[in-house]
């Protein structure tokens, strides 16, 4: 037990400096279907469905097309497949911090919006594409977990949680 919490446990009072933080209270529930082990991967990423993505150190994955930027040392990534059949606009959902490079014929895809997941949703960040029917790859780096949840959103879905927030960068 620390000094702090035996002090506490006697009673004794702490001093306001010494004191930790409360903890945030989430007023969202995390997004439904948006945690590990909800569907398995197979050949390509689900649409519309969160599946938890095994990664691997950065350095040891071999990246189709060069990174936009560097992966930094000691980072995971990896390299995964996604089928698209309908034209429009998706949002790629992941439950950490990581790089995303989405390509398709050897260049890399411009993302149209870019944002942050709702306190205590699960979701970390979202970066949207607007994509035509075809293969693609999505290159995930500088990731600082081993695991990483991703879910492709079609943007004629209900969004998450019927409130997706708002993008806080427009790429011109």
């Known amino acids: 037990m620390n000094g702090r919490l035996a002090l506490l446990a006697l009673g004794l009072a702490v001093p306001a400096s010494a004191q930790l933080p409360p903890a945030p209270l989430c007023t969202n529930a995390p997004v439904p279907g948006f945690a590990p082990g909800q569907a398995r991967l197979s050949d390509a990423l689900p649409v519309g469905r969160a599946v938890e993505l095994a990664l691997k150190p950065a350095d040891d994955v071999a990246y189709p097309v060069p990174l936009a930027r560097g992966a930094a040392a000691g980072t995971q990534g990896g390299v995964f497949a996604l089928e698209i059949k309908t034209a429009g606009t998706f949002r790629l959902l992941l439950s ?77």
């Not at 260049?107 to 870019?114: D, K, L, R």
């Not at 944002?115 to 035509?132: D, N, R």
């Not at 995930?140 to 019927?162: F, I, W, Y």
Request: hydrophobic share 40%.
């Open 96 to 172: 950490g911090r990581a790089w995303i490079d989405l390509v398709r014929d050897g260049a890399a895809v411009v993302s149209t919006e870019h944002g942050h997941g709702a306190p205590c949703s699960g979701v970390a960040k979202i970066v949207a594409f607007k994509l035509e029917p075809g293969r693609y790859q999505l290159q995930l780096s500088e990731a600082e977990t081993r695991t990483m949840v991703v879910k492709v959103q079609p943007e004629a879905m209900l969004p998450l949680d019927g409130k997706l927030p708002e993008p806080k960068n427009k790429p011109r």
